[in-house]
T-cell receptor
């Protein structure tokens, strides 16, 4: 069966450290993988997109890697701040013009 | 304008009521979506409209009825809902790639629906 797994339901880190979130998938062949941030009671906000032929993508303090052999994406937030506390969702587009499918998310808490 | 606007923000309705959720975007996106999200769960796709035509219906019960009056508007008509339908209903929009598939999605703030 198809699965998207974000291994940690919750992650607590100290302010200033790097947060690393993991997204693994099974029985998908995604052409693109995306990361979103969601705050409580709000809609998800797009952060980064990475293509299957890209190894790494960066945007300010954010970095995403994509390993199609391992079927895994890693999402890093460097120099984390309490304002980074939110749920981070991994989402992928499977081949064949399908819309986004989301993982369950990881709730990140950055402690001052 | 990079916003997707949803109204109302909150809705409480009885099981015999009929109500509608509304969604609007002016980004020129021709793909629009309804997602349902329960607490501590990921968004689940309900419907996709592509160029104002329903292209995906994820086996959603008929008490949910989508409508796309034009390229900027998306409605979700609700009738005879059950308490388990209480959730955050999210509208989203995106571009469609020339090579197929959809680009990143822009989400509205959602409508918090409570069925009593």
């Amino acid at each position: 069966s198809q699965k998207i797994e974000q291994n940690s339901e919750a992650l607590n880190i100290q302010e200033g450290k790097t947060a690393t979130l993991t997204c693994n998938y099974t029985n998908y062949s995604p052409a693109y993988l995306q990361w979103y941030r969601q705050d409580p009671g709000r809609g998800p906000v797009f952060l980064l997109l990475i293509r299957e032929n890209e190894k790494e993508k960066r945007k300010e303090r954010l970095k995403v890697t994509f390993d199609t052999t391992l079927k895994q994406s890693l999402f890093h937030i460097t120099a984390s701040q309490p304002a980074d506390s939110a749920t981070y969702l991994c989402a992928l587009e499977d081949s064949g013009n399908t819309p986004l499918v989301f993982g369950k998310g990881t709730r990140l808490s950055v402690i001052a | 304008d990079t916003e997707v606007t949803q109204t109302p923000k909150h809705l409480v309705m009885g099981m015999t009521n009929k109500k509608s959720l509304k969604c609007e975007q002016h980004m020129g996106h021709r793909a629009m979506y309804w997602y349902k999200q329960k607490a501590k769960k990921p968004p689940e796709l309900m419907f996709v409209y592509s160029y104002e035509k329903l292209s995906i219906n994820e086996s959603v019960p008929s008490r949910f009825s989508p409508e796309c009056p034009n390229s900027s508007l998306l409605n979700l008509h609700l009738h005879a809902l059950q308490p388990e339908d209480s959730a955050l209903y999210l509208c989203a929009s995106s571009l469609q790639r020339a090579t197929g598939g959809f680009t990143e999605a822009f989400f509205g703030q959602g409508t918090r629906l409570t069925v009593v």
